[in-house]
Structures are given as C-alpha cells and as structure tokens.
C-alpha cells in the first residue's frame, strides 16, 4: 500500500481530548465528526485539515480515553496515514482497526515538518521525504491485512456467518 | 516452555498456543463490556454490518456510568438504545444509572476473577489488574467486533516489573504513588507494555490502593497492569462468597522483564500534577499558592470507601472555604451506601460538600462539574489533559482524596499533612 500527500505536523503528547473533545462524542455521522477533528487545538484546526493527506505527530500521540473518534474524525477529515514518533496504544488499534494506517517511528517522526510532501511505501517500510529516504518498521502483515480490508467492520460483514466464541 | 509474565501466562491461555512478548495473536476474551458512551456507536456497527445475533451474551455487559444520569437527550437515548439491546439480546449483565462505575462494579461485585482476560471499551479497565485480571481497554469498532466474532488480535506486551519496596506515610496515597512514578519516569514509561507490581510493599496494600496503581497504568501508556494473587486477593473473594484459584495470576520463576523499576514507597510526599499532563508532577507544597474554584473527589481512579474516608477525615469538624465547591461522587452505589453507614456523606456534607450520583461524575467532563473559563480543578481522578473536564480554558490538578479535601477547606492547593 503506497500512500502519497501533503502533511499536517502536531506536537507532542495531543491526547484524545485535544484530537477529537468528549462534548462530540454523540455526532455519529462521519462528515460531522470531521468538523470537529483537532478542534481540541483550537477553533481554526479542523479547517487545517484540509487538502492533507498525512497527519505527523510527536510522542505519546492520543494518549488518555479509548474514544475511537480520534481516530475516526481525523479519517473522515481525509487523512490517509498518520505518523508519529509514538502513539498510544489505543489510539494505535482504533487506527487499524478503522483501515487508518499509522507508522509509528522515532527517526522518521523526528524529523517531519509542516506543509511538506510524503510518499511511503506501508508493506515495504519506505518514506520519500523533502528529497530523503527513509525506512521505517513496516506494519505486520495482519495489521497490513486489517487496513487492506477496510478495516474491521467490513471484516465483521464479510464473516458474520458461522463465528462463534 | 520459556518462563512467562502474568501476562504471557494469561494470553497463552486466551490464544490457545503458547505466546511470547511482541507475537501478534488472536484471542478469545473472557468478558467484553461496554459503557454507555460507546454503547449507540457499537449497535450503529453492529446494524451497518448486519449482525443480529451475539453469540455469547452472557460473557457481555452494558454500563450506564459516563453520563448517569443522563444530562442531554443524546445521552438518554444512548441509555434506552443501550436497555433494548440488552433486552433483545439476552445481556443480563446490564447496570443502571447509579450502580457506578464498570470497573469498580466487575471488582467489588466479583463479575470477573483472576487469570481472566477481560476487554471493556474504557481505557481505564486497566483497574482490573488489581485483583490479577488481565484488563484492557478497546475502542468502540473493536467491542462491535468481539461482541459479533469472539474474537480480536492483540500484541502480546513486554513486562516492565515495578518493584514496591516499603509502606505509604500516613497522609501519603496510593494515588501519590501513580504520581510519582509519572513524575519520575513520564507519560511513555509503559507505551504498549504491561506492568507487574511486586514486591514486599505490595503486602501494604489493600485491593482499593492496588486498584487506584492499576487504574493509573494507562496514565504511563500500560496496555494492562498487575498484582499477582495473594492473600489479600483471597480475602476479597472469600468476602464475596467466592473462592479463587491462587496460581490463575502468578508469574513464573525466572520470567523476562523488559525493564525493572524500584518504587520505594515510604519515600513519598503528597503530589499533584499540573496542568495539562499527567507527568507534569510536582509536590503538592510547593503549589500551596494555587487557588481552587473546584475540587472533586470521585472517578475510578480515586472514589472508593477508603478514599472517603480519607477525605471525610480531612472535612470532619471544618468547612469548605467560601468560593469553592466541592463535588463527591461516589464510585458506586455500594460505595455511597457504606459510606453512609459509616457516616462520610453526612461528615462531607456538613462540611458543604455536594454529592452526586455514583458514576464517572465530571472526571471526563461529559454531564456533571463541567469547568467554567479561567477555573481550577483540584481532582482525585486521573487526567488533567486540556479540555478534559469539558472545557479548554480550564486549569485541573492530579491529587489523592486527601489533598484534594484539604485543598477545598483552605481553597488552595495543600499538603494534607500541613493542614
């Protein structure tokens, strides 16, 4: 999965209350989730959002509640690939699991910036960046797998029959 | 086979095969919960995705906790969503507005037992490895599809082993210690890892202070967090009628740790974190001239009868100073009924306290105790990230149930043990 676009970069440690605040958590529609997408940093964010394609973020990247709106928001506001120095764990799974690839990356994440362009290459650990190569750990396979499929709910339509516990 | 962490232990079982560290597995859990702020997103999936039926509702449970009771229609529709599934489902295991919160019901109620892997869409279910379950949180798409398919991958987590050596000061909490282990090692110490406590200071804990250090592992990025079974573990069993299996959470001999960590516990003093993270720890003295407009003693974190207790201990006989509420919810209604029997509601509301419901009450800012501009929270739950009580340009500090009652009788940040 190669995935190419313009970057968006955030700081350090911008918790799943700065990514996507708790008074949204009831707009299930997907196009006004990402209205609200980073509004966390401040009102102006959401509209940054528009025409990237790649989100780069520090450490600890959405850190704190397991709200998958974090994630979600930021998909629907078209962002195809996130990349971070670290990310939380539940920030992590609710991309995937979502089809939200993410990279996590010290080096790679260390040295983003803003409004830049990327290409990388998921399956082969490969970034182009401000006329650099980098390699990053490519995603396990069934992680791969999981944001191929789109993520888990068309996994969950395409194997309702015959699962059990 | 290799010797194995708590962890490893409790996934090969889940796996069906035997694991390792950083192997990514598919498991069977043995409980998967939900509270009620993802409750409507889950049924949402589960419609989109045309499942009807669940195949084992009785591993199930649905908790009205986060906003209880319902402030906004949003909010009781989720709940009357939440009763129809339940109902047309067959999930017994549905718990009302005001039973409390889910992780302090699934401990004091005996709902799940060591060695148990457990999933519950809450961050915080990390609390259940007080009584050496192995509990982690999940999103909202995950819960949907473990509640359809039974199963979910997971990545099977490094150990970190923090050893507890010596005993809490009095006026010293559990929750000093969560804040000094943040203070210390940061936000990123446990990133994707579990956590094993051990050591002789765990002996001096009680399951509500092994419950507060679980609970605050995901503050240091733990997937899950661990007290091995012992005989306090026991003893909260057998008060429940029920037995244990000692050996369900114990680590073997000689099991790989990625990383270990002395905590000597008699060391520390009173803490807080500042704002707008967790990590941004500093003692609760040298902040003595921070003025609070709100202190709130509640959360999974920070709402059992011994915190209570510590707090109605620092309130008997005095008065919240004039300009500050103070909110007291309980972590469930077992909580608020020993605590009136033992008199701390009455002591805090002599004092001037306001009680709420049992809840999650205004930790996650979502339908009570919402911050206005420029205002400082002093609270006894766990996050103090920008915006996380429900409002950006408000100020909140991390302190245990007793800093924070003697913040509310002075109105400003103090050391329980100056006051």
């Known amino acids: 999965m190669r995935i190419a676009g313009m970057m968006r970069v955030i700081g350090d440690e911008i918790s799943s209350d700065l990514l996507y605040p708790g008074r949204y958590l009831t707009i299930s529609d997907r196009a ?49 690939l ?22 996590t990356c010290e080096t790679l994440g260390a040295a983003l910036n803003d409004e830049s362009w990327m290409e990388a290459d998921l399956a082969q650990g490969t970034a182009t960046y401000a006329g650099q190569s980098y390699l990053f750990p490519p995603l396990p396979k069934t992680l791969l797998d999981i944001v191929n499929d789109g993520g888990l709910l068309k996994r969950m339509e395409r194997q309702k029959e015959g699962l059990l516990f | 086979m290799k010797p194995q962490t708590i962890a490893e232990k409790i996934l090969t079982r889940a796996a069906g095969k035997s694991v390792e560290a ?64 339940a109902a047309a489902h067959g999930i017994k295991n549905f718990f009302e507005v005001g039973q409390g919160i889910s992780h302090q019901i699934c401990i004091e109620r005996g709902l799940v037992m060591p060695g148990e892997l457990v999933f519950n869409s809450d961050s915080h279910t990390t609390t259940l490895g007080a009584v050496g379950c192995f509990g982690t949180g999940l999103g909202a798409l995950e819960t949907a599809y473990v509640w359809a398919t039974g199963r979910i991958w997971l990545r099977v987590p ?9 005993q809490l000061a009095p006026g010293v909490d559990a929750k000093d210690a ?23 200071g765990t002996k001096h804990l009680n399951i509500a202070s092994r419950m507060t250090l679980c609970n605050m592992g995901v503050e240091l990025g733990a997937k899950t967090a661990f007290f091995a079974t012992d005989s306090i573990t026991q003893a909260h069993y057998e008060s429940l009628g029920m037995t244990i299996d000692a050996e369900a959470a114990q680590p073997d001999p000689g099991a790989i740790y990625a990383r270990d960590i002395t905590l000597d516990l008699s060391a520390i003093e009173p803490l807080v974190a500042c704002p707008h993270n967790v990590d941004n720890v500093h003692s609760a003295h040298s902040q003595q001239g921070i003025a609070i407009n709100q202190a709130f003693l509640g959360s999974c974190t920070n709402g059992r009868l011994e915190d209570l207790r510590a707090a109605a201990h620092i309130l008997a006989g005095r008065r919240i100073a004039p ?53 400082v929270c002093i609270s006894s739950s766990s996050r103090n990230f920008q915006g996380r009580m ?23 940040i103090t050391d329980p043990r100056n006051l």
């Not at chain 2, 340009?393 to 009652?405: H, R």
């Open chain 1, 82 to 103: 996130v990349i971070a120095r670290s990310a939380s764990r539940l920030f992590f799974r609710n991309c995937i699991n979502n089809g939200l690839p993410i990279i």
């Open chain 2, 178 to 200: 969560c804040l000094a282990l943040l203070k210390t090692h940061g936000a990123m110490l446990a990133t994707y890892c579990a956590i094993e406590f051990t050591g002789p």
């Open chain 2, 323 to 375: 300009g500050v509420r103070m909110l007291v919810t309980p972590a469930s209604a077992w909580v608020l009924e020993a605590a009136l029997r033992e008199g701390l509601i009455q002591t805090m509301l002599a004092a001037g306290a306001t009680l709420t419901t049992p809840g999650c009450g205004a930790c996650a800012g979502l339908h009570l105790g919402v911050l206005g501009d420029g205002e």
């Open chain 1, 32 to 80: 006004e989730q990402a209205k609200h997408a980073l509004e966390g940093l401040g009102p102006t964010w959401p509209g940054r959002l528009a025409g990237i394609t790649i989100l780069g973020a520090g450490w600890n990247l959405g850190c704190g509640s397991s709200r998958e709106q974090a994630a979600t928001a930021l998909q629907a506001a078209g962002i195809r």
């Open chain 2, 158 to 166: 490094p150990t970190i082993n923090i050893r507890l050596e010596g």
């Open chain 2, 22 to 85: 950083n192997d990514i597995i598919d498991v069977t859990p043995d409980r998967c919960f939900t509270v009620d702020d993802t409750i409507g997103t889950i049924i949402r999936y589960h419609r989109e995705a045309g499942i009807t039926t669940l195949p084992a509702p009785d591993r199930i449970g649905i908790f009205c906790d986060h906003y209880a009771p319902a402030d906004s229609a949003e909010h009781a529709s989720d709940h009357s969503a939440g009763r129809r599934y």
């Open chain 2, 390 to 412: 429900g409002n950006a340009n408000a100020a909140i500090y991390l302190a245990s149930p007793a800093t924070t009652a003697a913040s509310a009788v002075t109105g400003h």
